[in-house]
Nanobody
Framework: QVQLVESGGGLVEPGGSLRLSCAAS????????MAWYRQVPGKQRELVGS???????NFEDSVKGRFTMSLDNAKDTVHLQMNSLKPEDTAVYYC???????????WGQGTQVTVSS
């Protein structure tokens, strides 16, 4: 079983930045894709962005140009750098990892991000 542990959430003012990290309990080269999702109460979890094993990224339209993702293979960690944060970015952010075998999908426990003055 794989464990994903998120960190880096917190309270930030509008326009500020946060970097979320997701540390995996095994070498992340076993995942074909890692992603960040977010969820607010009463709404479905939505994909924020994803990164493939070879480093290709894709982002949801509302965060393009503000968020970036990167892999740190040495530390088995994926980062989500969030800049120019807006109140509507407030949510619980979840790390997700998908392996190459069918059914291999893992989730972290989530970390709260609150953007407020």
């Amino acid at each position: 079983q794989v464990q994903l542990v998120e960190s880096g959430g917190g309270l930030v003012e509008p326009g500020g930045s946060l970097r979320l990290s997701c540390a995996a309990s095994k070498n992340i080269i076993v995942f074909r894709r890692m992603a960040w999702y977010r969820q607010v109460p009463g709404k479905q979890r939505e994909l924020v962005g994803s990164i493939t094993a070879d480093g290709n990224t894709n982002f949801e339209d509302s965060v393009k140009g503000r968020f970036t993702m990167s892999l740190d293979n040495a530390k088995d960690t994926v980062h989500l750098q969030m800049n120019s944060l807006k109140p509507e970015d407030t949510a619980v952010y979840y790390c997700n990892a998908v392996g190459y075998l069918k059914g291999d999908e893992f989730w972290g426990q989530g970390t709260q991000v609150t953007v407020s003055s």
